[in-house]
């Protein structure tokens, strides 16, 4: 019963590691992106769910209990609109260009992290108001036939104009309404997420018991792995996808709008980790360094998995937390006891740390064999 409970824990840990890779991969897979933001995006996820929680726990201890049915599709939407505005603003513009790709989604890691720890409601009124006024701005000037000999002038007038009037009006109303609009929504500290009553059980097979939380986590991932299924296999976009990750120059010359076809991509990527960030929220408290738990592990996957392939991801996300798991408890070490050189080697790797030092050394030996990983991408493709 040891090992099957141990086994249960690494499948669901496994689980944990598939959906938080399952944006990444079809991120990295299909555009070639190294998004190092991808962490901050589950993050966002996680604390969409808390403020969802907070939500409903004003509405009364009934409404509480189906929180979890809006928290998932609103961490979805919050995730992949950041990521549609990061891809849209940031991306586009380094595609070919990886280490500078890598450099600025680590940027963007590093701001969105200090963002959390520092928003407040006068911070949210200053880059509101500068949205407003900048973008807005831009949006009305595009109308004009002459935008492009008035796009540079333009730009030099409201983005200074927007800037000064934004942090006017952050100080102002911080020295108005002082503590109330001064305080930071979330600060350094982590917050907890409580399940709803439903899944703070488990469930009992003799000696055997099965958390309804883990049980939740794997459903909601087999959930996600069907549905990015059926959208890439069976969806007009999902056909444009396919298309544009075999040949995009090809592509292009056939009509389709590869630009919008990266930023859906994109977009539902992140949505994937913002539903990621809402399931590992059961598991322990949201901070700003949330997501840094999990961004090496899932690009670890990807690749073990196959670039660009859903099916190696899903068997790489499962070997992985297992073995994970197998190692750090110590139950591969209880099953060799009887022979002495194996059970004091395996204890040594007994511990979390340790374990995931084990793992990474046989995924380097595994790549050395394997560099394209279990299952390598087959046909022709054109990097953008």
């Known amino acids: 019963m040891l090992f099957l409970d141990s086994l249960f824990n690494g499948v669901s840990i496994g689980a944990v590691l598939l959906i938080a890779a399952l944006g990444l991969a079809i991120v990295f897979g299909i555009m070639g992106v190294i998004n190092l933001a991808h962490g901050e995006l589950m993050m966002i996820g996680a604390y969409t769910t808390y403020v969802v929680q907070n939500g409903f726990k004003l509405l009364g201890d009934n409404w509480f209990e189906f929180y979890i049915i809006f928290a998932i599709p609103m961490a979805f939407l919050v995730a992949a609109a950041v990521g549609l505005m990061l ?64 796009r540079r002038p333009a730009i030099a007038v409201l983005l200074p104009l927007s800037v000064g009037i934004a942090i006017a009006a952050s100080v102002l109303s911080g020295n108005l309404f002082k503590l109330a609009f001064t305080k930071p929504w979330f600060g350094a500290q982590g917050v907890d997420v409580t399940a709803p009553g439903w899944l703070r059980q488990g ?92 961004i090496v ?54 511990n979390t740390s340790m374990a995931r030092v084990m793992v990474f050394a046989l995924i380097i030996a595994f790549l050395q064999v394997r560099p394209a990983g279990l299952f390598p991408q087959k046909g022709r493709t054109v990097d953008a």
């Open 87 to 150: 891809e849209r603003w940031v991306i586009r513009y380094l595609y070919g260009r990886p280490l500078e790709t890598l450099l600025a989604t680590w940027g963007v890691s590093l701001i969105l992290q200090q963002f959390v720890r520092s928003v407040s409601w006068s911070m949210f009124v200053g880059i509101l108001l500068f949205s407003l006024l900048f973008f807005g701005g831009i949006w009305v000037l595009k109308k004009r036939l002459d935008f492009d000999r008035l």
């Open 203 to 294: 469930l009992e097979l003799g000696s055997l018991y099965l958390p309804y939380v883990r049980l939740f986590i794997i459903g909601l991932t087999v959930v996600c792995v069907a549905g990015i299924y059926l959208f890439l296999q069976r969806s007009p976009w999902g056909l444009r996808i396919r298309a544009v990750t075999q040949n995009r120059t090809m592509s292009a010359c056939l009509g389709i709008p590869t630009q919008k076809v990266d930023a859906l991509t994109f977009a539902i990527g992140s949505g994937l980790a913002g539903i990621a960030g809402c399931a590992i929220s059961f598991l322990g408290s949201v901070g700003p360094n949330t997501g840094q738990n999990y």
């Open 297 to 350: 592990d899932a690009f670890m996957v990807v690749v073990v998995g196959g670039v660009g392939q859903l099916f190696g991801t899903i068997v790489a996300a499962i070997a992985i937390g297992t073995v994970s798991y197998l190692l750090g408890s110590g139950t591969i070490a209880a099953l060799v006891s009887d022979v002495n050189f194996l059970s004091d080697f395996f204890s040594f790797f007994a």
